[in-house]
Structures are given as structure tokens and as C-alpha cells.
T-cell receptor, first 116, second 114 residues
Framework: AQKITQTQPGMFVQEKEAVTLDCTYD???????LFWYKQPSSGEMIFLIY??????QNATEGRYSLNFQKARKSANLVISASQLGDSAMYFC?????????????FGTGTRLLVSP | SQTIHQWPATLVQPVGSPLSLECTVE??????LYWYRQAAGRGLQLLFY??????ISSEVPQNLSASRPQDRQFILSSKKLLLSDSGFYLC?????????????FGPGTRLTVL
């Protein structure tokens, strides 16, 4: 069974600084995908970034990058140059890459607050 | 581009009343569709998923049901709501493109059962 652990219930960062949100995972599947989603107060889950377990390079999408350390089973999200609009809940998720339907497993989330 | 719609955005219903939440996707064909529930301050719980018309799988036994009458339409229903059905309901879609397909979520429906 897969498990996602986000140990930081809340994080604070000042505007324009970088912040790292932690995510560790546990799986016995040889291939899997890792995802990060942002959930602002409006409730919508916004897809941010994806990392495949087989990818040689860390994923990047604009100000978001994923610090993937396979041996340590961690997939931390790095947000550079934080903005006030980054204040939200952030969820890490993973899914095995296998044939047939595979469930997307979410962590409990980290609430990020960006201050001016 | 693809878009996903959910309605209503908010709903207040008495215990024992019926429920119908609708989700539609535009700009893609034969998507996988999902219904999730998020209780206040909690993570997401997968309720149902569908890989095609009239092909529904349930993840959690409960008094909710789902239907997919058209390729891009997914409906969540209940005949009699319980207090515990309160929560934030999210619909999502994905398309298998090799690797782990990414799920994209709708704006959600906030349901309060009184």
C-alpha cells in the first residue's frame, strides 16, 4: 500500500523568499508518479507539478520545483520568490504506474502562509 | 483546452432529503472521471471513479451513488442525506497518456446537511 506523509501542518514565509514543503512517501511499486496540488481558500485543487519515479531530472514548472530524492523517498516542493497568492493548502500525492486503475493517494496537506 | 464544471457551488440540504451533484468536462473525450469528498480540515477521500459510460466503481460503501449517463457527465446522488454527508465534493478528470495520468479538479460543491 502507498502512503504519503506531510509532517508540516503549517509553514510561514515572507514574500519573495523561497520555501520548501516536505513530502515523504512509502511504496513497494517500482514505478510511480508524484504530484503536488495547491488548494486556495476557494477550494479548487490546482495541479502544480509532476515527477515520475523514472525521471532523471527534477521537475520544474515556473516558480515551482520538485526536489526528488528517490533513495530517501522524498519529493519536496520548492516555491521560489513566494507571493501573497501562494498562501494556500498544499497536498502531495502519489500513484503507482501500473496497468488498470490506480488510486491517487494524498497526504494530509501543509498550510502555507505568505506574509508581506 | 479542457475545462471542468461542477454545480451547484454550494448547497444546504435537510437530513433525509435527496441529492444530485453534477460534473461535466469539456474539451476531451473518454476521460476517467472521479468523485472525491473532503471533510473540513482533512485530506481527500475517493468515492467513485469511472473509466467509461455506465462503468462506475465505488471505493467506499455509503449511501451515495454515482452515474455516468454521457461520456463527459458524472453525477453524484443520494436518496436520503445523512449529517455525515456534509463536506466539500470535488469532481476530477484524467486521460491516460502514459505514465501516471494527472487528475484535474473542478471548483467543487460545498454541501451542508442540517
Amino acid at each position: 500500500a502507498q502512503k504519503i506523509t506531510q509532517t508540516q501542518p503549517g509553514m510561514f514565509v515572507q514574500e519573495k523568499e523561497a520555501v520548501t514543503l516536505d513530502c515523504t512517501y512509502d511504496t513497494s511499486d517500482p514505478s510511480y508518479g508524484l504530484f503536488w496540488y495547491k488548494q486556495p481558500s476557494s477550494g479548487e485543487m490546482i495541479f502544480l507539478i509532476y515527477q515520475g519515479s523514472y525521471d532523471q531530472q527534477n521537475a520544474t514548472e515556473g516558480r515551482y520545483s520538485l526536489n526528488f530524492q528517490k533513495a530517501r523517498k522524498s519529493a519536496n516542493l520548492v516555491i521560489s520568490a513566494s507571493q501573497l497568492g501562494d498562501s494556500a493548502m498544499y497536498f502531495c500525492a502519489m500513484r503507482p504506474i501500473l496497468t488498470g486503475f490506480q488510486k491517487l493517494v494524498f497526504g494530509t496537506g501543509t498550510r502555507l502562509l505568505v506574509s508581506p | 483546452s479542457q475545462t471542468i464544471h461542477q454545480w451547484p457551488a454550494t448547497l444546504v440540504q435537510p437530513v433525509g432529503s435527496p441529492l444530485s451533484l453534477e460534473c461535466t468536462v469539456e474539451g476531451t473525450s473518454n476521460p476517467n472521471l472521479y468523485w472525491y469528498r473532503q471533510a473540513a480540515g482533512r485530506g481527500l477521500q475517493l468515492l467513485f471513479y469511472s473509466i467509461g459510460i455506465d462503468q462506475i466503481s465505488s471505493e467506499v460503501p455509503q449511501n451515495l451513488s454515482a452515474s455516468r449517463p454521457q461520456d463527459r457527465q458524472f453525477i453524484l446522488s443520494s436518496k436520503k442525506l445523512l449529517l455525515s454527508d456534509s463536506g466539500f465534493y470535488l469532481c476530477a478528470w484524467s486521460v491516460q497518456q502514459g505514465g501516471a495520468d494527472t487528475q484535474y479538479f473542478g471548483p467543487g460543491t460545498r454541501l451542508t446537511v442540517l
